[in-house]
T-cell receptor, first 110, second 113 residues
Framework: RKEVEQDPGPFNVPEGATVAFNCTYSNSASQSFFWYRQDCRKEPKLLMSVYSSGNEDGRFTAQLNRASQYISLLIRDSKLSDSATYLCVVNMGNFNKFYFGSGTKLNVKP | ETGVTQSPTHLIKTRGQQVTLRCSSQSGHNTVSWYQQALGQGPQFIFQYYREEENGRGNFPPRFSGLQFPNYSSELNVNALELDDSALYLC????????????FGPGTRLTVT
């Protein structure tokens, strides 16, 4: 079983739609969680950290469910520019190893 | 821009050769992590360097090695290149402690023929 698993998609949504991605992790001792965005053939860029209480940044909301070992990312009012691959990242409890999911591809269409 | 730089941008090597990739961390960051990203996959953690020592390693063989220098820049060395080593190699810098947020450089695309 992979340490971090994501639905690869693609998710094809119209502009203005709300879309949600989930990510599950295997190690219950995991400490830190992040969402990154990666455009085609570019480096990953930090989108947001995920806190236990949940956090919001504009149209983006991240949630953490430790009991079920998953994190989620909600994007409201999707823009064409949101089209990218979204990577879930988990730090496996010892702060020295970071595990990425394979990414979920989002296509926002006019 | 993150301030993390990598060189070279692209590289073509032959199977069996050795390669060195370089990374300069963002100002104020003392920790560098290296990742391998194959096409269509998420980045795979290779190792992390902190205070010039390896500080965590993923499931990569010993022919993947690294260095960190006093200015926190880092090198990734790969010996005895294999075709499967063809990938995008990313470095990420961060600070020790705190949030552990990592910031990536643009990567080096390595092709092994």
């Amino acid at each position: 079983r992979k340490e971090v698993e994501q639905d690869p998609g693609p998710f094809n949504v119209p502009e203005g739609a709300t879309v949600a991605f989930n990510c599950t992790y295997s190690n219950s001792a995991s400490q830190s969680f992040f969402w990154y965005r990666q455009d085609c053939r570019k480096e990953p860029k930090l989108l947001m950290s995920v806190y236990s209480s949940g956090n919001e940044d504009g149209r983006f909301t991240a949630q953490l469910n430790r009991a079920s070992q998953y994190i989620s990312l909600l994007i409201r009012d999707s823009k064409l520019s949101d089209s990218a691959t979204y990577l879930c990242v988990v730090n496996m409890g010892n702060f020295n190893k970071f595990y990425f999911g394979s990414g979920t591809k989002l296509n926002v269409k006019p | 821009e993150t301030g993390v730089t990598q060189s070279p941008t692209h590289l073509i090597k032959t199977r069996g050769q050795q390669v060195t990739l370089r990374c300069s961390s963002q100002s104020g960051h003392n920790t560098v992590s290296w990742y391998q990203q194959a096409l269509g996959q998420g980045p795979q953690f290779i190792f992390q360097y902190y205070r010039e020592e390896e500080n965590g390693r993923g499931n990569f063989p010993p022919r993947f090695s690294g260095l960190q220098f006093p200015n926190y820049s880092s090198e990734l060395n790969v010996n005895a290149l294999e075709l499967d080593d063809s990938a995008l190699y990313l470095c990420a810098s961060s600070t020790s402690g705190g949030s552990y947020e990592q910031y990536f450089g643009p990567g080096t695309r390595l092709t092994v023929t």
